[in-house]
């Protein structure tokens, strides 16, 4: 292996260590956010109140083209990803109902 290849490998073991303590951030972040969200799913079974809210999905989906634009991050990946993520929350929402 010469320098250059050595460096390189040096250098992509950081950014590994970087990617790695990133995804670390992001399974820790949705835990955290099914963990609030199982809370308002709970408030929902409890009071009867419509598993989804398109309205507060809009507004959301807004605020986050705009984050996704700030941060230099493709607002059409934001939005499918967090489509997901609500899609999977509303199926949690849905067997909670009594
Ligand atoms: C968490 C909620 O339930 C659903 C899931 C949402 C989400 O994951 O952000 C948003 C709206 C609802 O369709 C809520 O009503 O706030």
């Not at 490998?9 to 990133?22: Q, Y």
């Not at 955290?32 to 999905?57: I, N």
């Not at 809009?58 to 230099?72: N, P, T, V, Y």
């Amino acid at each position: 292996m010469n320098d250059e290849t050595a460096r390189a490998e040096m250098l992509l073991a950081k950014e590994r260590h970087h990617i790695d303590n990133l995804d670390a951030i992001l399974v820790y972040t949705l835990a955290e956010r099914f963990k609030a969200t199982q809370a308002v799913g709970r408030l929902k079974a409890e009071h009867e109140l419509p598993p989804s809210d398109p309205a507060r999905e809009e507004r959301q989906i807004k605020r986050l083209r705009k984050l996704a634009l700030d941060a230099d991050l493709d607002p059409v990946f934001a939005e499918t990803f967090l489509n997901f993520i609500i899609s999977e929350v509303i199926r949690h929402h849905e067997s909670m109902k009594k």
